[in-house]
């Protein structure tokens, strides 16, 4: 529960501060999504440790397989038919058929993740990839906007709503204990992992100093182990409302990351100094390769996607789905 950042909180707050341009902002959301797909399998594992009293590995491995076997065919189903298919019906879509269009498919992958037992952050997550990959993907983005704004409002609203005034005066000790722990946890170790990862001293502070909240995650963890009975009532009402201060405090964490940084790059021995300019040589020089190996690569998945797309398949998938939607035009006509 203390390990569990929340995504939305995360990119929420560094769309506030402007940061989606900054360089740390990938490996952050990459750390966020990675977290994601372990609670769920942590779930899974803690559940079954509550109800058994053992632990099952057989249950955890075939777990683990079929999130990996999930994930490959809903990629691969996802990228072979809707990027062909939103080609085809393109001038049959306006603003509103577009979004209802996305959020559809959006929704739709939802319901597949959860049915299959796993979250609804990794369907909508899958699914946003795909979308990325169609030649609507910065239209899309565009129309999503205030929608997904509304939303990261109610978000906000119901994770207020579950704070019970009465137990902020009475848990106040547990809670404060609770956000230093996060604070301080999230952003010492968030920043060392990051930097023998082989990030910028930079990058990894802004990285760790981004993660100093816990969200949606560890409350379904907590209400969970409330349900099963294996921890303490009080668990929940605590970690909720260490939710909402350390979500208060982001924002301002964030900000503090540069001058925090400046004045360890100051006042830091001289060793420590030369490996983060020599880091930050590496890194650069590693993004200047990188920026030439991806137009090769892109050259090359283009082929690739062109190749998949026009197979006889994937043309007869598309060619069915949109007769199925001419028959069914004409009928209502």
């Given at each position: 529960m203390l390990c569990m950042s929340s995504t939305t909180i995360v990119m929420k707050a560094v769309d506030e501060a402007g940061l989606g341009k900054e360089r740390f902002v990938k490996g952050a959301t990459s750390i966020l999504i990675i977290e994601d797909v372990v609670?769920?399998?942590l779930m899974v594992l803690l559940s079954s440790i509550a109800i058994k009293h053992q632990f099952e590995g057989a249950e955890l491995l075939r777990k683990v397989g079929v999130l990996a076997i999930t994930l490959v065919v809903w990629f691969v189903c996802g990228i072979l038919i809707i990027p062909t298919l939103l080609r085809k019906v393109k001038p049959y879509l306006n603003d509103e058929t577009l979004i209802i269009l996305a959020l559809g498919l959006c929704l739709g992958m939802v319901l597949t993740a959860e049915e299959a037992g796993f979250s609804s952050a990794l369907g909508a997550f899958v699914m946003g990839t795909i979308l990325a990959e169609t030649v609507e993907s910065h239209r899309i983005e565009q129309l999503m906007t205030p929608l997904k704004n509304v939303f990261a409002a109610i978000f906000f609203v119901s994770v207020g709503m579950m704070i019970n005034p009465a137990n902020l005066a009475e848990y106040w000790s547990s809670i404060l204990l609770v956000c230093?722990?996060?604070?301080?946890?999230m952003i010492v170790f968030g920043t060392l992992g990051c930097w023998w990862g082989g990030e910028t001293m930079r990058d990894a502070m802004q990285t760790g100093f981004s993660f100093v909240q816990i969200g949606e995650f560890s409350f379904?963890?907590?209400?969970l182990g409330t349900?099963?009975?294996?921890t303490h009532p009080a668990l929940y009402p605590i970690i909720v409302a260490s939710s909402v201060v350390t979500t208060f405090l982001t924002p301002y964490i964030m900000k503090a990351t540069i001058p925090c940084y400046n004045f360890l790059y100051k006042h830091a021995p001289?060793?420590?100094?030369?490996?983060?300019?020599q880091r930050e040589q590496q890194v650069a020089q590693a993004e200047q390769q990188a920026a030439g190996q991806?137009?090769?690569?892109?050259a090359v998945a283009d082929k690739a996607r062109?190749?998949?797309r026009h197979t006889i398949v994937t043309k007869h998938l598309v060619n069915l789905f949109i007769k199925n939607m001419s028959e069914k035009d004409e009928e209502k006509a």
């Open positions: 609670a769920v399998v230093i722990v996060v604070v301080v946890g379904i963890i907590a209400g349900t099963l009975g294996v001289a060793g420590l100094r030369a490996k983060m300019d991806n137009d090769n690569k892109s062109h190749a998949v």
